[in-house]
């Protein structure tokens, strides 16, 4: 593919293949997104979504094809332009605040912002420490929506241009799960937007919906 036409897109795999201790997870995979646009990839356990998420994010390399993630090639530098909010409990054995700084310089009013649209005041003005509570070995000090709304201040304070969701509700209660979703709401504004889950309905009319069959996308 040209590289002037690839650089149009947020998003753009061409023709990217992935195996995984032996096995082929993606074959000959293409998906190309505009900026803004908002993309959902469905699919059965194990079928791949979460690998060609990790891809997009810079987390793993494809074995063959073209990956560009916001006109950059390298995974060092596609990290810098997306943001992951992932199904599992991703939080580090410390502060809520360097949780969502991690390590980067990031001013206090940056991150109360980010807070305040992750619901997580309220929360935080209620704990003795505040923003300075350690969220404890793998993040068992706090509850998974807490947890998740964590994740989502984090991925404000990036201000990434693409974000990359991996069933971030699926393991919450219906209202816990309508509280994060409303906070991941804040953070999709604008953005580039690529959620992967089993459950199609939590896609609203704003996605483009692939279903993940086979190691390639096929459009709904």
Not at 72 to 83: C, D, G, L, N, Y
Not at 100 to 126: F, K, M, P, Y
Not at 206 to 218: A, E, F, H, I
Request: some cysteine; aromatic content about 4%; overall charge negative.
């Amino acid at each position: 593919m040209k590289e002037e036409t690839m650089c149009e897109y947020a998003v753009c795999l061409d023709n990217i293949s992935f195996t995984y201790e032996g096995a082929t997870v993606i074959e000959n995979l293409s998906l190309r997104v505009r900026p803004g646009e908002h993309i959902g990839i469905v699919g059965e356990s194990g079928c791949g979504k979460s690998t060609v998420l990790k891809i997009i994010a810079g987390l793993y390399e494809a074995d063959r094809g073209e990956v560009v993630i916001a006109g950059e090639r390298s995974p060092e530098k596609i990290r810098k332009h997306t943001a992951v909010v992932m199904q599992h409990n991703n939080l580090f054995p410390l502060s809520i605040r360097d949780n969502i700084t991690c390590g980067h310089d990031i001013s206090e009013e940056a991150v109360r912002i980010a807070c305040q649209n992750a619901s997580l005041t309220e929360w935080i003005e209620s704990l003795p420490d505040g923003l300075d509570t350690n969220v404890g070995e793998r993040g068992n000090q706090v509850s998974g929506g807490q947890a998740q709304r964590i994740q989502i201040a984090r991925a404000l304070c990036k201000d990434a241009q693409i974000i990359l969701l991996d069933e971030p509700v699926s393991a919450l209660d219906q209202d816990t799960g309508q509280s994060v979703l409303n906070a991941l709401n804040a953070l999709m504004y604008g953005k580039t937007v690529i959620h992967v889950t089993h459950h199609r309905e939590t896609l609203d009319h704003s996605y483009t919906v692939y279903r993940m069959k086979g190691g390639k996308l096929v459009r709904e």
